[in-house]
């Protein structure tokens, strides 16, 4: 599916984005990982026995919310590779350090403002840069990354929920800007997956507060979403077999949240 492509995986090293990193391996890309510390060379190491092939799996310690190495990842790619095909934003960070789960009442403007500032903020930033290198040729894809908060009552969470919404909102916007130009820009948006961390320590967290488990609304399948799942949406979405998406929203969420638009 991605024979002879170039993708990079920005926050590579969290659970969605490593596993639209193997997805892309897997799938024959040579795949530019994106991460802010060492463990992104520990994750290349892994691709590389899964792949099979150490010259299609790069990687680079590289803080996604910041301009100056975002810019100089996407020039090397384009000056290695001769080209860039395709990306994917799976930024984001634990709870604790985005601030929530926290009561409204208790949460201050920064507090509320820091998941937006963070997550919106660097998905722009990967966005503007590959895609703008990209248009230039006149074809590629974009994917950004949302989850069903931004549909949903949830609880203590509304700056997470914001910014959830926000990308969605971003990503169409950024489609119009452009769409013109050959690239395509989608967005996976998942619901919990217990399997993250993320998701175990957002639960304890809301159990904290609640003094009870978090209410989870049952999926029609009976059953979570995967990682797996999520980052096989995201490939297909950044594959020439989804040639005909642009512009949408993608919801992975085993029938958990049928007609959220």
Known sequence: MFQDQ????????????????????????????AGRDARVEALADDLRREAGDDRRVHSAVVDATQSEPVEAL???????AGRLDAVFNGIGAAPAELR????????????????????????FLTAKVAGRVMAGRGRGAVVTLSATLSGMTAAHMAGISAACGAVEAMTRALAGDFGPHGVRVN????????????????????????????????????????????????AFLASDAASGIHGQ???????QFVGQG
């Open 6 to 33: 170039h993708v990079i995986v920005f926050a590579a090293t969290g659970a969605t984005a490593s596993g639209v990193a193997l997805a892309f391996a897997q799938r024959g890309a040579t795949v530019w990982l």
């Open 74 to 80: 996407v020039s090397r790619v384009v000056r290695d």
């Open 100 to 123: 929530y789960p926290r009561r409204t009442v208790d949460a201050s403007v920064e507090d509320f403002l820091l998941p937006i500032t963070h997550i919106v903020g660097s998905q």
């Open 187 to 234: 967005c996976v948006r998942g619901s919990a997956m217990p399997e993250t961390r993320t998701i175990r320590d957002t639960f304890a967290g809301q159990t904290e507060l609640r003094g009870a488990p978090m209410p989870v609304v049952p999926s029609a399948l009976g059953r979570p979403i995967t990682v797996r799942e999520t980052a096989d949406t995201a």
């Open 249 to 255: 929203v993608v919801t992975v969420c085993a029938g």
